[in-house]
């Protein structure tokens, strides 16, 4: 609060769960400031308790900050929110720093493999025993194919221990989470990310920016990234249309280029960091108005 007032501070925005219990706590003492919290995943994602935080924090704010029409309609239909109260802000992403560009495979994948691969926290929504199912469907018939998942968590024993059982642990790798993921996006030819829910997934418009041709599950916001003309999608669990998915762009070179260009090409042209501040710049100016006005 001292510090709020001294520096004469207009708006308070939470941005992760935290931030935004601890908005709920403390509002009584930001006031005259404008107070917002975001929502940037579905609440089951949350414990009991945070989410009875986060539930009383939206309710004391200004405004709520979602990042993809798929949380604003999360918040109307099952957090019972006023829609005049939501607003959107995609998530934005560095593109001088996710582009396609070529890195030496030696050490890392085999040379002259086609590498499919994914990049998350390994947890359980992320259901990434579908991707290894699908994967060893594929390299039966297809034995050039690599398997590359980046990322640590929670799953990781379960993961190996089931690539073993399936026989594909000669054609995988996991890599633990990297502080830079750039290289190892370029690594991979199809990207999938096969989760069972999302927001707006970060991996995967680094996975877009960087030029792969990717593959998502129909949940969450992920519609609102991959269309017909820059990826493919497909029901959460559905194995066989993954592996038909894999299979075509494994068939067609020229269709991996292209998704993977129109993929980089729309994270460039409305989801970059610029749009991204210009955004939360109006929502700001938008609040700051109403507010005064009051």
Known sequence: RRYIREHRIRIVHGFDPPSCLLIGFAIAWLR???????????????????????????????????????????????????????????????ITRFRRMVVPREGRVPEGAIVVGTLCALRPEKNLSVLIEAFAVCLATQPHLFLLVVGSGPERDRLQAEASARGISGRCRFEPTAGDV???????????????????????????????????????????????????????GDVPALVRHVMALVADPAMRERLGARAAARMAGSFSLEAAAQRMGAIYDERLAVTGSR
Do not use: K
């Open 182 to 236: 750039v290289p190892w996006l370029n690594l991979m030819d199809v990207f999938v990310l096969p989760s069972r829910f999302e927001a707006l997934p970060n991996a995967l418009m680094e996975a877009m920016a960087c030029g792969c041709a990717v593959v998502a599950s129909r949940v969450g916001g992920t519609p609102e990234l991959v269309s017909t003309d820059t990826g493919l999608l497909f029901d959460h």
């Open 32 to 94: 005259p400031a404008v107070v917002l919290t975001s929502q940037r995943n579905y609440q089951q994602a949350r414990t009991a308790l945070v989410r009875l935080g986060m539930r009383v924090s939206h309710r004391l704010a200004d405004g709520i900050v979602v990042n993809c029409d798929a949380m604003r309609t999360h918040l109307l239909r099952d957090e019972h929110l006023s829609a005049r109260r939501i607003h959107l802000c995609h998530n934005g992403l560095d």
